[in-house]
Structures are given as C-alpha cells and as structure tokens.
C-alpha cells in the first residue's frame, strides 16, 4: 500500500468467476491459490472463501467428499432408509470431530453404506 | 419466548470454542440459564482435513419433524428436533449431504436447516433475534433443486454480505414446501435487497415469483397469536 501520488480508479465489486478444471490434481490445497476458491480480500465484509456452484459440485466427486460421516446420526428416513427398523434408532446426535477422518467401524456396521443418494 | 424451537435447549453448548465470528458469547450466557444439561458432551472443533477446501464458516446441519397430534408441545419438538453434523469443508459438506434424503422425498411435516456452527435455528437466538428471513413458496417437486441451489449459495458465499447470513431452511408441508435463509439485521434494507437478489439468481426462480420477507419479531407474535400462547409468567 504505497501512498503514490497515482490515483486507482475505482472498479465494481467482482463477481464470480467460472474457472474450470478437469483434474483433481490441479486443485489448490491451499487458502491463497485459484482456481476455484478465492480470496477476495477487498470486498465488503472483508475476506472471504468464495466458491461458485459449479466447483462445488464437481468436488463431490473427490473421494474425500465420499466416506460416510462418522457419528452420523440414524434417523430413518432421513440418514437411513425408512425400512430400517433394526439396531440403534436411538444413536444420539452427537458430533466428534473425527468426522474429516476414517469412519470408525462401529455398531452399525455396513448401516452407512447402503444408503446413497443419487441425484 | 415462545417459539418452536425453545425445546432445542443448548445441545450444541459444545460448539462456542471454534465459531469466532458468531456472537457466541451473548449466546451462551442467554442459555445458560434454561440449560438443564441433559446433554454435556463436550465435542472438538471440526476443521477441514488435509487436502479439503474449507468453507468461510462451519455449517451445522438440523432436521425436524412435528410428531402428529401435538404441535405446540415442547417436549415434542425436543424429541424430534435433531443435530446431524457439522462440517468445515466443501468435502464434509458433501459427506453429510449424499448421505441424507433430499427435501424433495420427505415425508410429513419436517424441516431442514443449516445454520453456521454456533447459531440455532431458532428466533430468539442472538444472531437470530434481529434479524428476518426471506421466504419462497414453492410448488411440489421443486424443493430439492431449490433447497441444493441455495445452501451452495450460501456455502459459498455468493451472497456477499458479509456476517450477515445466519442460514437457511426447507419446510416440507402439505401442498408446498417452503425455502428461506434467515439474516442478522431485518432492518438492514441494503442487505435484504442483496440477499433477495441473489436469490433470484442462484435459483433461477421464474420472474413471477413471490418472495416475503418476514422478521423473527413477526413470526415469534404470529406464532403466539397462533397458538394463544400470550404468557404473564415468562414460562412456556
């Protein structure tokens, strides 16, 4: 931020930008890199973690975005199919955040798996 | 005070250690006091595993559903009222979300919500108690679309008003289902009218789409009016 004698214009705030990548290696791993999430640093409300649509779904792709959550709660019909009457339908919502992790091999077993949407 | 999700109590009290961006502290002393504790499990921060891309906040996804036959029981709600996770990334995102049924294929009279971690999707919470929502009726077969379009809106935050989202809702009813997002400041027109026209662009509603905006303060008195539910004692 150099006080220059140089005046900036002014500019419109960004809009989102479509950036397309056809592999997964060339995601960023990282809080400053494009393409995909970006920091715009001089928007209001300051800093912020933009993603578009469009990036979002195709990271649900990514084998990371696959696995099952540990200690997702079984409410049948909603986590689990409404058939599903065995076993713990009382498991209590709670969280660990082990979540981002392997799920462990608990009571359940198998109960997560057989459940996927498909859209 | 009386509103349907006061039987929520303080079950995410675990939450206020990682949220920095909520009023947290308000919200906990506000809570302390109808805390009865049935719930004390103390859970970790979520964060964003290595190689994930982390979201501006962390996201708390809830579901609800009325319990046929009594509607304004409290009790009812705390039964059927229930946290399913929290997540911190794009990748948990998605976790959660292909592992649950989409708004579209509920049955009965339920409700999804996804707030930032540390906000309850109730009214009175303090990010909650100024604020107002924008709410959009929707014919049959249109929730799922709408309800995905919308939280990956907000998820990435596409809606460019800063603090201001509070989180957003699915109401699956009889003949319609209802979408809304809730903000902090019902009186902030600026953002009203910047969250409002972001919603007409992510979800490309056709143009005669009706969309209400509502403050908390209305529902909360609506909601009373409802259900005769004017208390002298401050009980519920």
């Known amino acids: 931020m150099s006080i ?3 005046k ?3 500019r419109a705030i960004p809009a989102t930008r479509r950036v397309t990548i056809s592999d997964a290696a060339h995601l960023p791993h990282d809080y400053s890199s494009t393409p995909g999430g970006t920091l715009f640093s001089t928007t209001p409300g300051g800093t912020r973690i933009i993603y578009d649509r469009k990036f979002l779904l195709d990271c649900r792709s990514s084998p990371l975005a696959n696995t099952p959550p540990s200690c997702l709660p079984d409410i049948p019909g909603v986590t689990s199919p409404p058939t599903n009457t065995v076993t713990n339908n009382k498991t209590q919502p709670q969280e660990s955040a082990s979540s981002q ?19 | 005070m009386n509103n349907k999700f006061d039987a929520l109590k303080d079950d995410d ?3 206020h250690d990682q949220d920095n961006s909520s009023p947290k502290d308000g919200e906990k002393e506000r809570n302390d ?24 906040y962390n996201y708390t996804f ?17 039964q059927n009222i229930k946290q399913i996770g929290s997540f911190a990334s794009v990748e948990q995102f998605w976790r959660f979300y292909s592992h649950m049924i989409r708004p579209g294929d509920l049955t009965g009279h339920s409700d999804f919500h996804l707030f930032k971690e540390g906000i309850k999707p109730m009214w009175e919470d303090d990010a909650n108690k100024s604020g107002g929502k924008w709410i959009i009726r929707l014919r049959k077969g249109l929730a799922s679309r709408c309800w995905e379009n919308l939280i990956l809106a907000m998820l990435g935050e596409q809606f460019m008003v800063g603090e201001e989202i509070c989180g957003a809702v699915v109401s699956v009813r009889f003949q319609e289902d209802i979408i809304s997002i809730w903000n902090k400041t019902a009186s902030d027109q600026a953002t009203t009218a910047r969250i409002r026209d972001t919603l007409r662009r992510v979800l490309n509603l056709p143009p005669n789409t009706i969309m209400e905006y509502k403050t908390h303060t209305d529902s909360i008195k609506a909601w009373e009016d409802f259900h005769g539910l004017v208390n002298a004692s401050g009980g519920r």
Not at chain 1, 101 to 119: C, H, L, R, W, Y
Not at chain 2, 62 to 78: D, N
């Open chain 2, 62 to 78: 809830w579901y609800s559903r009325r319990t046929p036959g009594r509607p304004a029981s409290t009790q009812s709600y705390e």
């Open chain 1, 101 to 119: 992790s392997v799920p462990p091999v608990d009571k359940a077993t198998g109960e997560d798996a057989q459940f996927e949407m498909d859209i």
């Open chain 1, 8 to 10: 900036t214009s002014s």
């Open chain 2, 33 to 56: 006091d109808e805390e009865k504790d049935q719930n004390t499990t103390k859970r970790k921060a979520v964060v964003p595993g290595a190689g994930e891309h982390p979201l501006q």
């Open chain 2, 13 to 15: 009290s675990g939450d």
């Open chain 1, 4 to 6: 220059s004698s140089q």
